[in-house]
């Protein structure tokens, strides 16, 4: 069989699993999207607000993110190895984890509460910040409770629960937002802090419900542990933080650097701040088709290495990265058509619009490494190769990426673009790099 050939045929069962994970991934970036998109009506200031507090909390949950998806390697492997009294362990050992990284967060926040100043954005802006960030700080919890569990029944080939109750959490949002942001239905009009309970309240009932169907189906009953409240495993939890914390590093220098440039952006003003969040607020909802691939991917391998069928690892790796490729190249070409229609359906202000079209107009140009380094990062975490990918990301955010966003952001005078065209540079050198430690490690 051709490698062609046997890529394509790998392609389709990662697109199988790799579905419901999409779906569900943008359902839950949905719940970001509606809430610009509803604040957006009521105003720039509140907008550019969600923005930063937005980009604070992104950088406190894609870390824990990284730290977690241990979970999913580990689960996949014993999985595909038919050990699946394994697996209930693995969850529960998962659940500590994400119960202890919320609460030190929330500690880092209530510390942080009092010195938001120090960022250099508006006063306006930070007014409105700080209430809504303190709520999104605590629906840290149930979203990482919910990652936990949805990690762990996309590992053992469940994935389609997780995607209908993510589902439904949009549509609670939406509806919760309707009501908090607008007062609708006899509800005090709150605005982005009616927005911020909504999603705490939304983010509740998502973990909730797929933890009851955990404990209650009886198709999960050979994966669940004797005990869930017995003592926890340092020889496990060990395990799960060796393979997880690199991870969380390396998601710490990609979400870092673009934190970086909503404050550099928040330098250059309200306007700047709101086209931003436009902006990063499209590109991470295109984002969750390559992220889902890369999802998958990281699963189909690490069942290959637990099964012992190490000659399936290229072909799974590169039929993705293949298809990633073809997809996002054509996103990037809507992006440039489309961008000044697809800014308007967030605010009405005429120059909020032209600027977020512009950075689109950036965006479309790093589609194609964006994509590509979300799926061969997945594929090198599905090896456990995590070391060596955190030090790439490190090199090609912090030490190109963030020093031209600022160079060309502020030196040579373009603003917003500037900032947007150094996220570029970073992502370009980290794909590459990537893409090709991938081919050496699946030799």
Not at 2 to 31: C, D, F, K, W, Y
Not at 106 to 133: K, N, S
Not at 140 to 165: D, G, H, I, K, N
């Amino acid at each position: 069989m051709s490698a062609i050939r046997q890529a394509g045929l790998e392609l389709r069962g990662t697109l199988r699993l790799a579905t419901p994970i999409i779906v569900g991934h943008l359902g839950q970036n949905l719940m970001g999207v509606a809430d610009s998109v509803m604040i957006g009506h009521v105003g720039t200031v509140p907008l550019a607000a969600s923005a930063f507090a937005g980009a604070l909390f992104g950088m406190m949950f894609v870390i824990s993110i990284g730290v977690l998806s241990s979970v999913s390697v580990r689960t996949a492997m014993a999985f595909g190895a038919g050990r699946t009294h394994e697996c209930g362990e693995i969850v529960r050992h998962g659940l500590a984890i994400a119960t202890a990284l919320s609460l030190f967060f929330v500690a880092c926040v209530a510390l942080l509460m009092d010195e938001l100043h120090r960022f250099g954005q508006p006063i306006d802006v930070l007014a409105e910040a700080r209430p809504y960030m303190w709520i999104i700080t605590w629906s840290l919890l149930p979203t990482l409770a919910y990652q936990v569990l949805r990690q762990f029944y996309e590992a053992v080939s469940r994935p389609w629960l997780p995607m209908v109750f993510v589902l439904v959490g949009v549509a609670l949002n939406i509806f919760l937002n309707w009501v908090m942001i607008y007062g609708n239905l006899g509800a005090p009009a709150m605005g982005l802090v009616g927005a911020g309970w909504a999603t705490l309240i939304s983010r509740v009932a998502i973990a909730g419900a797929l933890f009851v169907h955990l404990v209650s189906a009886a198709p999960m009953r050979d994966f669940l542990p004797v005990r869930w409240r017995s003592a926890l495993s340092a020889a496990s939890l060990r395990d799960l933080l060796k393979l997880g914390v690199p991870v969380g590093g390396q998601l710490m220098f990609e979400a870092g650097i673009f934190t970086a440039a909503a404050i550099l952006m928040g330098w250059l003003g309200a306007v700047t701040l709101a086209a931003h969040q436009i902006a990063i607020a499209c590109i991470s909802t295109i984002f969750m088709l390559p992220l889902g691939v890369g999802l998958a991917t990281s699963v189909r391998i690490s069942q290959s290495v637990g099964a012992g069928e190490k000659g399936r690892l290229r072909p799974i790796a590169f039929g993705s990265l293949g298809a990633t490729a073809v997809f996002m190249i054509g996103i990037a070409l809507v992006l440039v058509a489309a961008g000044r229609l697809i800014s308007s359906g967030f605010v009405n202000d005429a120059e909020v619009i032209a600027t977020a079209a512009n950075l689109l107009a950036v965006a479309a140009m790093f589609q194609l490494f964006d994509g590509t380094q979300v799926v061969a990062s997945g594929a090198l975490r599905g090896l456990t190769d995590v070391k060596v990918p955190a030090f790439i990301t490190f090199i090609g955010y912090w030490v190109i990426g963030l020093p031209c966003a600022w160079l060309l952001g502020f030196p040579a005078g373009l603003g917003g673009i500037g900032v947007w065209l150094g996220l570029l540079a970073g992502l370009a050198v980290c794909s590459i790099w990537l893409t090709a430690r991938l081919w050496h490690r699946t030799a």
